[in-house]
């Protein structure tokens, strides 16, 4: 599987709510359903932006092309710059069959993804520790866009 990252300047150098915006231009640059999708949850995302959660667990942008992987530099990283990626992706992350896992501590999930479940079907929240998976809630797992049965699979 392909993986790209991105590293988008946070606080101090950027409010929460415009590293969002940023994020939402690279997976999402035509207006659209994907957008109006993404802007939805803006809150809810930039909340999470602002208590930099994103600093070491990504967002996670995977479905039907390659995964992207964003991460959000704070402090004196994001004042100076440096390590900073916000270059264009060369392809529509949100384009066909994608979902985004947002990262977000133990405390705050439930609600979290309470607030998230309310405005999307494609976004969600993750604890900050827990691995992206790309299982869907009927057991079948989604790999390079094929549907693989993991219960089949394991199946002796």
């Not at 995964?67 to 270059?87: F, H, P, Q, T």
């Amino acid at each position: 599987m392909t993986v790209l990252a991105r590293r988008i300047v946070a606080a101090p150098a950027r409010p929460a709510s415009s590293a969002w915006r940023v994020i939402v231009d690279l997976l999402a640059p035509e207006d659209g359903a994907a957008r109006n999708e993404l802007l939805s949850v803006s809150g809810t995302a930039s909340m999470l932006i602002a208590d930099e959660w994103l600093k070491d667990s990504p967002a996670v942008v995977y479905g039907s092309g390659p995964r992207v992987r964003l991460y959000c530099l704070y402090g004196e990283d994001a004042i100076a710059g440096d390590g900073s990626n916000e270059s264009k992706l060369a392809f529509v992350a949100t384009e066909g069959d994608w979902r985004l896992s947002l990262p977000c501590c133990a405390d705050d999930l439930d609600w979290v993804q309470a607030e998230l479940r309310k405005r999307s079907t494609r976004i969600t929240a993750r604890e900050l520790t827990e691995a992206v998976d790309e299982e869907d809630d009927s057991g079948e797992m989604r790999e390079s866009g094929e549907i693989i049965n993991r219960e089949a699979f394991f199946r002796q």
